[in-house]
């Protein structure tokens, strides 16, 4: 009878195991999923602020890249808004 109940407490335990395992597999793909959302980004102001250095544009590509940049940053921190409000859920 003992051995039955070590038993079950072994195999309650393993699930548990196995559930935090794949909680932390989803952490750690959520984790490169935003990594990627956010450097993308950043990289594409790297450039824009690059076009706008190094002159020779006329006032209306510049006026371009400066929307182009507000609509950036704008996207970035929807981005990270959402990755606050999910870490928050949790």
């Known amino acids: 009878m003992k051995h039955l109940l070590g038993l079950g407490f072994r195999l309650r335990l393993r699930g548990q195991l196995d559930a935090l395992e794949e909680a ?26 690059q076009l706008l250095d ?21 996207n970035m921190n929807l981005v990270v808004t959402n990755v606050l409000d999910l870490y928050r859920l949790q």
């Open 24 to 49: 932390a597999r989803f952490r750690e793909t959520q984790i490169a999923t935003m990594a990627h959302d956010i450097r993308s980004p950043v990289a594409a102001l790297s450039g824009y602020s």
């Open 54 to 74: 190094d002159g020779g544009l006329s006032d209306s590509e510049r006026t371009d890249l400066v929307a182009r940049i507000g609509s950036t940053a704008w």
